[in-house]
Every structure is written in C-alpha cells, then in structure tokens.
C-alpha cells in the first residue's frame, strides 16, 4: 500500500539557510500534517492543512511557512534557521471522513 | 503542560509477558485515542486506537482500556515479543484533529 513520502530524508544546512521539506500524501488524502521531533522527545504538532487551506497552527516559528498545493503535496519552508531547529521533521496524512492519520519517514534535518 | 501524560517512561519485560503503559489526559473535548510505535529513525506507525463510546478494543496482541470517567486509557501488549521493543507514544485528538502526544514509553522486551 502506498504511503506518506517525505523527501529528503537527509538535509544538512548551516545556520540561517533556508530549507524546504516536502510531503507526498497517501492517495485521495486531503489533510496533511507536518510535525517536529526533537532528540528523545514527543513530536510537537507545527500546521495542518486540509483541502489546500491552512486548517490549524500549532508551535510553528514565524519563520516557517507551509503550503499545501492542488495536487495535495505539502512543503514546509524553514528560513533562517537556527541550530535549534535540527530535528526530524515528519509529514502525516489522513482522510477526511476518518481520524487515522498514517505518518511518514520524517526528514532529518541538522543545522550546522 | 504536558496534556497527556503518560508512564512508564520506559519499560523492560520478559519474552511472553504482557507490557502495560498507561495514559492520562486532562481536555475533556478529546474524542479519539491513538497509540503509536516508533523504531529508531523511522516515523511513528499508528498500532490501534479507540474512541470514548467504548471501553476496551482488541487487536491481536494489542489492547486499548479506556476509563472515560478517569479520563486515562492504557496499552497492554500480550506475550511481548524482541521485536516489540521500541518507543510507544500515547495520543489524543479532538475536532481540532491534530494529534497531542504523551512523552513515550521506551518499552525492551529481553529475549
């Protein structure tokens, strides 16, 4: 069965670079949910969108941003980034009618 | 404030026992209860989740309890196997959807 395609796995920026993360939903997904992870800790919801519009704003820095496109894809744009910000970063997916939300491999993100 | 707290915050048990976590939570709009496991590296993998309408739901070896009136559900993993071993994650979700997790439970099954 397909499933949440996060891309890259691996990313490796310096200290106020920019990154961009992608998701690739599960099939006929219409929500999408990016989360952080850091060392030893729970994942922190960041932003939600569901049918291409923002749906909910978690603990999202100012200096990102989100998007979700037409054809459900997300990306998470992370600017001026800070040692802090290194952790996996993971994209979750779920249907509408139903509450499961099914998680990707995350990107692991370092700054350096 | 964590609002779902969960314990252990890490578990070893015997090959063949039975591994119990448990949750407690303290929003009253939460209506769906999901647990996770997550390997080193990998994403969280949904195992089996309930809903306040029932009490206990049963997945192979895999059983939520849920207490609505205590507001704290648990898992209990029958004869608990090595490969079992992992991180298991608590969490809840109301309308709002995304999901609030507890701390984790580091859980080593010793063979």
């Known amino acids: 069965a397909a499933g949440v395609i996060q891309s890259p796995r691996h990313l490796i920026k310096e200290k106020r670079e920019t990154a961009t993360l992608k998701c690739y939903p599960i099939p006929r997904h219409d929500t999408v949910y990016w989360y952080q992870q850091g060392p030893g800790q729970d994942p922190q919801f960041l932003i939600s969108?569901?049918?291409?519009?923002?749906?909910d704003k978690g603990s999202i820095p100012d200096r990102f941003s989100a998007q979700q496109f037409s054809d459900y894809h997300s990306e998470l744009n992370m600017s001026s980034l800070e040692l802090g910000d290194s952790a996996l970063y993971f994209c979750a997916s779920s249907l509408t009618a139903f509450t499961e939300a099914f998680f990707g491999q995350g990107t692991r993100l370092t700054v350096v | 404030q964590q609002q779902v707290k969960q314990s252990p915050q890490s578990l070893i048990v015997q090959k063949g026992g039975i591994s119990i976590i448990n949750c407690a939570y303290e929003n009253t709009a939460f209506d769906y209860f999901p647990w996770y496991q997550q390997f080193p590296g990998k994403g969280p993998a949904l195992l089996i989740a309930i809903r306040p309408d029932v009490s206990e739901k049963k997945e192979g070896r895999f059983t939520i309890s849920f207490n609505k009136s205590a507001k704290q559900f648990s898992l209990h993993i029958m004869d608990s196997q090595p490969g079992d071993s992992a991180t298991y994650f608590c969490a809840a979700s109301g309308s709002a959807r995304q999901l609030t997790f507890g701390s984790g439970t580091q859980l080593t099954v010793l063979p």
């Open positions: 969108f569901y049918e291409k519009m923002q749906s």
